[in-house]
């Protein structure tokens, strides 16, 4: 997770943006393209930064009412207020999340001490999402929504029972995971294990780490128990409190011992008292995210009370439903294991000769910069289509799941392709311009990863629509076999890569490889799912958008990138050297690719512009 996509979480909140443009509404509600207002959450935010975990959605239960314009002003209202809540959150969210990285770079660099920390700081993330995190997202969220409408008491004892064995089995599982600490690290890297000094850091990290998964459990719940109940901000805003905490932690670091430029502290030379204040500040931070929760539930009118009457009251039943999304989890957590093992033993291979920036802290920040157009722009698009797409799942309407499924991938396209392309020619000046000042050299390789992950960001992004067909059908265990293989291929591919490149670029090769592990997964998925459909998906339309883009992209990022270093080379890549280069490398890859997408008629970028110049009353 900081790598993974943590749920999408755990990492850092999954999220998206508002927009209200055009998006298409199932047949015979009038106009196909009528204007919905979007907001969108993907997954429980318990953790900002590092890797994610790929939790699959939770479809809207059968028969839910879709939105639509033949729904009231009060309900579109109210729509669109949440969205707006939620969109801020997210944002917010993130950007609190970059600074938090930010700082802790100033703090502890980039190298070998942070990769301590991040393997530490991810262990119970990723044991959250193994024992219950993608169940609880998956199957419980639409059993919270069944029992509100049918039960009497409007669902407050299942709701009460749901958390009370959540946090049952979390304090039980918490408690095991502290004291087999050591072994836990040793799985997650051997590395590390090898070296005394680094496995006592490493293992006293996760002592205070561990114990945050408690209240990622019962930030999550909480959450769900208030989204079921029409209150959605607080999951998405009580995770900036979780950054502010940590912002402060490693800010109070930096005052205590100075910054890293002039420490250089690695796990020889960190104090137990360094140690200490991280690792509290870590633990301080998720429990006030949890407890920050409460004062939403009793706004929400809901009594939080310990039920241990779990028997014959369908809790056994959701498990049941669960045991392909538990199966998916486990395939996204295996491909983790192995990941983190390569790259903390390439980074310190590369530290040995004299290189940083080329571990798994690299590829935590790297990755979280990646994803946030996916974030932003693909899950926003979709949040929106997915509940008319499980409703016309249950009305047999293949059409309009078909034209769903197309829309979805050609407007995210639009912003998804230049992005891609964009990372590919500016990744190194975004990297020197944001961590440059704690380590230039590790910054750079926070950036030659980056430029490694970009291509892969369009068959991150379509696999992530192609995949609500399934879920649509409310079908987990197609996702899950597509998992595997996406988790396979990419474990492969950056085990051969730690193999057969030198350890400075191990790490780059294993970012590419996540892109290659998704291209092969969407040509899985799209064809069970073209079979699912009755062969048709749109695939010449789709296919000619992409085309058209990554036509218009190419010579765009050529000359961007172009541009980016020659003026690296006359200005330096210092912070302002990095803000010139990155400005003036955007403007050209911009000023290419925008008119040759509107010579090659892509439409959509033309509806968007239009869109845009409408909304600047232009």
Known sequence: ???????????????????DDTVPLRPGLG???????????????????GPAVAVPPVPSPAGEPVPGPERSGGRASSLLKSSAVMAAGTIVSRLTGFLRTLVMAAAIGVGTLNDTYQVANVLPTMIYILVGGGALNAVFVPQLVRAMKEDDDGGEAYANRLITLVMVVLAGVTTLCVLAAPLLVHMMSPDIAADPRRMDVTVTFARYCLPTMFFMGAHVVLGQILNARGRFGAMMWTPVLNNIVIIATFGAFIWAFGGFTDSRVGPATITPEGVRLLGLGTLLGLAVQALAMLPYLRDARFRLRPRFDFRGHGLGRALGLAKWTLLFVLANQLGLIVITQLATEAGSLAARAGYTGAGITAYNYALLLWQMPQAIITVSVMTAVLPRMSRAAQDGDVTAIRDDISHGLRTSAVAIVPCAFAFLALGVPMATLLYGGSDAEGARGIGLVLMAFGPGLVPYSVQYVVLRGFYAYEDTRTPFFNTVIVAAVNAAASAACFALLPPRWAVAGMAASYGLAYAVGVGTAWRRLRGRLGGDLDGARVRRTYARLIAAATPAALAGGGVAWAVTRAVGSDALGSLVTLLAGGAVLIGVFVPLAHWMRVSELSAMTGMVRGRLGR
């Open 1 to 19: 997770m900081n790598a993974q996509e943590q749920q999408n979480a755990g990492r850092e909140p999954g999220g998206g943006a508002l927009s």
């Open 31 to 49: 106009d196909r393209y009528a204007t919905t207002p979007r907001g969108t959450y993907d997954g429980p935010a318990v953790r900002g930064g």
